[in-house]
């Protein structure tokens, strides 16, 4: 009986349905794009905030759909979330020591 639960808690979630560089990449995009759109005037910061967002994804490749999609798939995986975020953060990191 110990033997069957010891082998149940090593479950490898296998690989990933993304590149999940790719995922931090987009997700630092999207949070520069955020905040680009919070410096617009109110009025206009909605749909701002839709075009910035939907040609980042467009650049690579996702539509809003497809990308929550796979977000939501990927958010039940720690080491995948943690992996994307982790890649978003260095992303914008570097972007702002080159500024």
Request: charged share 20%; net charge negative; glycine share 6%.
């Amino acid at each position: 009986m110990l033997l069957l639960t010891w082998g149940c808690a090593n479950v490898s979630p296998g690989p990933p349905p993304a590149d999940l560089g790719e995922l931090g990449i987009i997700v630092a995009e999207l949070q520069l794009a955020e905040a680009i759109a919070a410096e617009v005037p109110v009025i206009v910061r909605d749909s701002m905030q839709k075009v910035y967002y939907d040609s980042v994804l467009a650049e690579h490749g996702y539509t809003r759909e497809s990308f929550d999609s796979i977000m939501w798939i990927i958010r039940d995986e720690p080491v995948w979330i943690d992996s994307v975020f982790t890649r978003a953060g260095e992303v914008v990191a570097r972007d702002m020591a080159e500024m």
